[in-house]
């Protein structure tokens, strides 16, 4: 049973998306016994193919028998997410001591303060030493809840990033145009790329729909400053940063090469380079 909002009806898109997306992915995530708690996390921008990879769990899990207890949370949530974690958390304990096996998908947990986070990870510990599965996708903005969840199996932008291009007439071009973005490459390949025949319009507005949600206003003012400059610029140094002002630590810096990969963050040449920029 799935409970709360349901996760988006299957698309004509998602076929494209399980051509690119690793089933090592998924194989690390299965469970090989209703007994076995696992924890799994995927932190990235959008586009990454988060919500899906939590498909591809529900079907396995209801394919396995399982009750899933899924939530969707969006911005407007923050104030309320560790209250309705703590309450599907009692939820899970009830039916495990009821012999259920019990997989819970978090969809977008927003970033929230110490004792919010707090709260969450009690929760979902609780979950796990009941033997559940807990699979939850969070944005970079909830670095602190990621980074609590030692023990989990985390993912990143990085990890859900496609490396296979040989399926294009031109590999650096597929690669130019995506920087291994799912979405993009989905829409590489509706747009016909693979044929020859590319018409760009699917592309584009796919684009335009990724920069824009990484400039979302739950960002902190400076985390927005650098990400609108590094977008305006298109590519460059650190140092054409720090002519603007901004002096990014080396954290922050490899924490938006983790989850960001379309902002192209290179430690090489210490620079960037964002996806879609002129050359």
Not at 151 to 174: K, N, V
Not at 211 to 237: C, P, T, Y
Not at 261 to 272: M, Q
Request: charged share 25%.
């Amino acid at each position: 049973m799935v409970n709360d909002k349901m996760l988006p009806a299957s698309s004509s898109q998602d076929a494209i998306w399980d051509s690119f997306l690793r089933k090592d992915l998924l194989r690390s995530c299965r469970r090989r016994s209703d007994d076995e708690a696992r924890c799994v996390v995927f932190c990235s921008e959008c586009g990454m193919g988060k919500t899906r990879l939590l498909k591809s769990i529900l079907s396995i899990e209801t394919r396995a028998g399982s009750c899933v207890k899924y939530s969707l949370f969006v911005p407007e949530d923050a104030s309320s997410a560790p209250g309705r974690i703590v309450r599907i958390a009692r939820e899970v304990v009830a039916s495990r001591k009821a012999g259920k096996r019990v997989a819970v998908l978090l969809e977008g947990v927003p970033p929230g303060d110490e004792s919010d986070v707090n709260r969450e990870l009690r929760a979902i510990r609780k979950m796990l030493g009941a033997g559940a599965l807990v699979a939850m996708t969070i944005s970079p903005d909830s670095a602190v809840l990621f980074e609590s969840l030692d023990d989990a199996i985390r993912f990143t932008g990085q990890d859900l990033c496609i490396r296979d291009f040989s399926e294009f007439p031109d590999e650096d071009q597929a690669l130019h145009l995506s920087h291994g973005v799912p979405s993009l490459c989905a829409a590489l390949v509706s747009g016909g790329l693979l044929e020859g025949r590319f018409s760009s319009v699917r592309y584009l507005d796919a684009l335009k729909r990724l920069i824009i949600s990484h400039l979302r206003s739950s960002l902190s003012d400076e985390d927005l400053m650098l990400r609108l400059a590094m977008i305006l610029l298109g590519r460059g140094s650190f140092d054409d940063l720090g002519e603007l002002g901004l002096r990014p630590d080396g954290e922050t810096l490899l924490w938006m090469h983790e989850c960001a990969p379309a902002l192209g963050i290179d430690f090489v040449v210490d620079g960037f380079s964002v996806v879609g920029a002129d050359d």
